[in-house]
């Protein structure tokens, strides 16, 4: 899988770590910032993510900020984006399975290293399932 990544200045202490949780898992991950813990607001790194994401088919992005609220939202803007904000393996599997999300969002506030690598798991083992989820995925995209 090819993942793109970014974070906020909440978000920033954690995000090297699950780079090498995804690259363990057999994924491709790029870093879209920022570079360092300095206070940065979270929908420009959710914006960039989401036009990546949008840009590159059957890519994945993962956004982390203190709560993962303020990312999803931001996300969830962009027309064709799907942010799911994960605290758990269970919420990761069915946001992959039930609702073809390709933005996963936690806060690193919410939830620790331990819960980030199962749900990272969950995440890359699961896909979307289709059938009657995908005519609930097309009312999502309705304007």
């Given amino acids: 899988m090819r993942f793109y990544i970014a974070t906020d200045h909440a978000g920033f202490a954690i995000k090297d ?3 090498k949780i995804l690259e363990s898992l057999g994924n491709e991950v790029t870093d879209l910032g920022p ?3 300095n206070r940065v607001d979270y929908p420009d ?15 994945f992005g993962v956004l982390i900020c203190g709560t993962g609220i ?7 803007k962009h027309k064709g984006i799907r942010a799911a904000l994960c605290h758990d393996a269970y919420t990761a599997q069915m ?8 933005v996963l969002c936690f806060g690193q506030r919410v939830v620790g290293l331990g819960v980030i690598e199962s749900i990272c798991k969950a995440w ?20």
Wanted: negative net charge.
């Fill in 45 to 59: 790194f959710a914006h960039k993510l989401s036009r990546r994401v949008l840009e590159e088919e059957g890519s």
């Fill in 35 to 37: 570079d360092s813990s």
């Fill in 17 to 19: 770590d699950v780079i």
């Fill in 70 to 76: 303020g990312m999803s939202l931001s996300a969830n």
């Fill in 95 to 102: 946001a992959r399975e039930h609702n073809d999300a390709n």
């Fill in 124 to 143: 890359c083992e699961s896909e979307f399932q289709g059938g009657r989820h995908a005519d609930r995925v097309k009312k999502i995209e309705t304007d």
